[in-house]
């Protein structure tokens, strides 16, 4: 079965430190997403990317930044971290040629 | 104005019941719909999708659509304590991105 997976699940970090969350992908999708969970919003999109070398900004990009060095991994990286950046971050795959995403466990991050 | 809009945001039903949750799209452009399940602790996961106007039934669960109206249902039977979960719908243009609506909560009382 397709299998995605977080690093780390559960991340405290400082105000203004640097965080990276971790993705790592066995299903050889092209595409991957990194989207964040608050209660009454759903999952917004921050960041994508449609291959290896490849990011693109998604609807709330502001404070973050993306990487994806590889076809497996996609790096979410928060240079200054701020507490309202506290949230729940999912990282999902997608096949180009279907529009299913699958989903690693998530990473509950808060910023104190 | 979100694009995707879910009703309602949280429904209890008695185990063995039928569950119906909703969704209105704003936007004519969506062509494809899916309900995706979340389970607490866990990543959405996708449940069915639903293309064409019509039913499309998967076991207990089917999913209508209306493109007219841009109304997108689910429908659960004989609900479980299982089916207890965040239900999402998801609305793309067909570019590999998904609109997501915020969700409704079910609970499955036994």
């Known amino acids: 079965e397709a299998a995605v997976t977080q690093s780390p699940r559960n991340k405290v970090a400082v105000t203004g430190g640097k965080v990276t969350l971790s993705c790592n992908q066995t299903?050889?999708?092209?595409?991957m997403y990194w989207y964040r969970q608050d209660t009454g919003h759903g999952l917004r999109l921050i960041h994508y990317?449609?291959?290896?070398?490849?990011?693109e900004k998604g609807d709330i990009p502001d404070g973050y930044k993306a990487s994806r060095p590889s076809q497996e991994n996609f790096s979410l990286i928060l240079e200054l971290a701020t507490p309202s950046q506290t949230s729940v971050y999912f990282c999902a795959s997608g096949d180009a040629r279907q529009y299913e995403q699958y989903f690693g466990p998530g990473t509950r991050l808060t910023v104190l | 104005q979100q694009k995707v809009q879910q009703s309602p945001e949280s429904l209890s039903v008695p185990e063995g019941g039928m569950a119906s949750l909703n969704c209105t799209s704003s936007d004519r452009n969506f062509q494809y719909f899916w309900w995706y399940r979340q389970h607490s602790g866990e990543g959405p996961k996708a449940l069915m999708?639903?293309?064409s106007d019509g039913d499309k039934k998967e076991g207990r669960f089917t999913a209508h659509l209306n493109k007219a109206s841009l109304h997108v249902s689910l429908h659960i039977r004989d609900s479980q304590p299982s089916d207890s979960a965040l239900y999402f719908c998801?609305?793309?243009?067909?570019?590999?991105?998904?609109?997501w609506g915020s969700g409704t909560k079910l609970i499955i009382k036994p």
């Open positions: 998801a609305a793309s243009e067909g570019n590999y991105q998904l609109i």
């Open positions: 299903n050889n999708h092209n595409n």
């Open positions: 999708s639903i293309f």
């Open positions: 990317s449609y291959g290896a070398g490849s990011t």
